[in-house]
């Protein structure tokens, strides 16, 4: 069901792509439909890679999960273009004001073969897909929880430990006003649990949106926000025969921009909660552990990130980023096997060659550590080259 | 291991942010000499630094920069217009002579032109930074001719 869907979306996406000139031609003046992408080549080098069937999603980009804490891989060469984007957008005056359309597609959609085996196709995944009008946006885009702005500028596709950069169907009013921003969303629900025997599942029966709120304030040496997050983790009586339990709970996220002297600046994003397992790196913790009677009990997170990226010259720039997230697992339900800590840092070299292009290396190390005390690392370097059209 | 790793990285950025911060105090002492550009430089600089890590950002959707990109726009138009109203009277606070006062007017309207340029041509992000490099330069000319008054 889900591939079809993926496919009609492709069939639209053609379309609209093959007839776009066409309607720009008829209605310039009315309907502005634009096309672009950018196409980004990655050579990554592994120094553990992850392994398993042929190429590992996670040898491409950085999965906390994947950082082995037994240290069998060995080294190895990859490159790909799956994090190359395309995307269209419309836009329509509509009763004195503006409906906008957007969609994005990457080249990351994996598959699993029939033994349940993942290995990485080239298909394409959709990323974004939404409309925007009179204040309310509807569809598939990142999370209201996210202030994109303190997104670091890197070569992984996934972005440090510590980021909330999730996204999913929403319905959001922002308003603006002349100190910033509001925000106010309704998300798609999903709980995920950690089994009393370590393994994570969830159950898609969550019946209860999630709820967003976030103020964002901008000034003249840049800008805050302030989100928070109220959601209900239910269990569903799935895991455990008949023995339903669910939770209230919640969660905080400051994150911002500040500029510095000349080009550089500062961004950082600081969260804490009961209920933003899965809104951290992936769900890099289950938002809850349950334990053989049914019972649950949320786990507490505090995650962030500080980067600084520094201007070298007018094309020549690093970003330094230092990221984590910490789990306050319940050992009495689950194993000591469960993770309890991740960090990752990286540095980077940027350099615009052109106004479309710019070329980056990236050294990337990962931490890991198991609620036991047993712990694994990471270690990779990327090189990224990256044209927009 | 991971602790002398981690320490080194920020030492580098410490070192770095240091370096800039020392940079900055230095060019902040220059321009104590510039008499032109404090009456509205700050938020103009400001702006033209917003807009310029705007075209470098990854993570917005294409819609999204298009949005934020016209705020900034309409902001710079703004503050360039103002600066156009402070350049035709600036004779009259500022010791300039006439031919100076000209070359500060018609950098100030080249100025606000290609504000106005960058509006028109806000749906195609990629052709943006050609005109956004010739603001730089017009703001830097403009900082050099008028520096030593």
């Given at each position: ?6 496919y009609?979306?492709n ?9 776009s000139?066409?309607?720009k031609?008829?209605?310039d ?6 096309m672009g ?5 990655d050579?990554i080098?592994n120094?553990?890679?992850v ?5 590992s999603k996670?040898?491409l980009?950085?999965?906390?999960g ?12 990859n ?15 509509l ?7 957007y ?5 990351f ?8 085996r993942?290995?990485?196709g080239?298909d ?7 409309l925007?009008f009179?204040?309310?946006?509807i ?10 702005s303190s ?7 996934n ?14 009013y922002?308003?603006n006003l002349?100190?910033?921003e ?19 599942f ?5 019946q209860?949106?999630e709820?967003?709120g ?8 840049g800008n ?17 025969n ?9 969660a905080?996220?400051?994150a911002?921009?500040?500029l510095?002297?000349?080009q ?22 289950d938002?809850a ?7 649950i ?14 201007w070298w010259?007018?094309?020549?720039r ?6 984590a997230a910490?789990?306050n697992?319940d ?6 096997t469960v993770?309890k ?10 350099w615009?060659?052109g106004?479309?292009?710019?070329v980056?290396l990236?050294?990337?190390h990962g931490y890991?550590?198991?609620e ?10 990327q090189?990224?080259a990256?044209?927009?059209? | ?9 920020l030492?580098?950025?410490f070192?770095?942010?240091t ?6 105090s230095?060019?902040?002492?220059d321009?104590n000499k510039?008499i032109?550009?404090?009456?509205h430089?700050?938020?103009v ?7 310029k ?5 990854r ?12 705020k ?8 360039t217009?103002?600066?156009v ?10 010791n300039?002579?006439?031919?100076d006062?000209l ?11 290609l ?5 028109s ?8 930074i ?5 603001m ?7 900082h050099?001719?008028?520096r030593?008054?």
């Amino acid at each position: 069901m889900r591939i079809k869907f993926v496919y009609s979306v492709n069939i639209v996406f053609i379309l609209v792509f093959t007839f776009s000139p066409l309607v720009k031609a008829d209605h310039d003046s009315i309907v502005n439909i634009a096309m672009g992408g950018r196409l980004k080549i990655d050579t990554i080098y592994n120094y553990d890679s992850v392994g398993g069937i042929r190429t590992s999603k996670a040898d491409l980009a950085f999965t906390p999960g994947s950082i082995p804490i037994l240290n069998n891989g060995k080294n190895e060469l990859n490159a790909n273009l799956r994090e190359s984007r395309l995307w269209a957008t419309l836009n329509l005056p509509l009763a004195e004001k503006k409906l906008s359309t957007y969609i994005e597609f990457d080249f990351f959609n994996s598959r699993r073969d029939s033994s349940g085996r993942s290995h990485v196709g080239n298909d394409a995944r959709m990323r974004h897909l939404y409309l925007s009008f009179n204040n309310f946006t509807i569809g598939k885009t990142y999370t209201t929880l996210v202030n994109l702005s303190s997104y670091p500028e890197i070569n992984d596709a996934n972005g440090p430990l510590g980021v909330l950069n999730i996204r999913q169907e929403l319905i959001r009013y922002n308003k603006n006003l002349s100190w910033g921003e509001i925000f106010l969303a309704v998300e798609k629900p999903e709980s995920t649990f950690t089994s009393a025997t370590g393994n994570s599942f969830q159950v898609n029966d969550d019946q209860i949106p999630e709820f967003i709120g976030k103020v964002q304030f901008s000034k003249l040496w840049g800008n805050w926000s302030l989100a928070t997050m109220l959601r209900e983790i239910n269990a569903d009586g799935k895991m455990i025969n008949s023995q339903s339990d669910k939770k209230w709970g919640g969660a905080i996220s400051a994150a911002g921009r500040i500029l510095l002297p000349k080009q550089d600046n500062l961004r950082f994003t600081l969260s804490y909660g009961n209920a933003l397992a899965r809104y951290v790196s992936f769900n890099a913790f289950d938002d809850a552990t349950i334990d053989n009677t049914g019972s649950i009990n949320l786990t507490e997170i505090i995650s962030g990130y500080l980067a600084y990226q520094h201007w070298w010259t007018r094309t020549f720039r690093s970003s330094f980023v230092v990221g984590a997230a910490y789990a306050n697992q319940d050992t009495s339900k689950v194993p000591t096997t469960v993770d309890k800590l991740f960090a990752s840092t990286h540095v980077n070299l940027i350099w615009n060659p052109g106004l479309k292009s710019s070329v980056g290396l990236e050294w990337l190390h990962g931490y890991r550590q198991l609620e036991n005390g047993n712990n694994g690392q990471l270690n990779r370097l990327q090189l990224s080259a990256i044209y927009k059209f | 291991m991971y602790v002398n790793k981690l320490l080194i990285v920020l030492l580098l950025a410490f070192t770095s942010m240091t370096m800039s911060l020392a940079e900055d105090s230095l060019s902040k002492a220059d321009q104590n000499k510039t008499i032109l550009t404090p009456v509205h430089s700050d938020k103009v600089k400001s702006v033209m630094r917003r807009l310029k890590l705007l075209f470098y950002e990854r993570e917005y959707t294409d819609l999204e920069q298009q949005d934020l990109t016209e705020k900034q726009i309409e902001l710079l138009v703004e503050e360039t217009k103002a600066l156009v109203g402070t350049a035709a009277h600036s004779s009259s606070f500022l010791n300039l002579k006439d031919e100076d006062q000209l070359t500060f007017n018609a950098m100030a309207n080249q100025l606000h032109n290609l504000t106005q340029e960058l509006k028109s041509k806000l749906h195609h992000q990629a052709d943006l930074i050609p005109t956004y490099i010739k603001m730089q330069d017009t703001c830097n000319t403009c900082h050099r001719i008028f520096r030593d008054h």
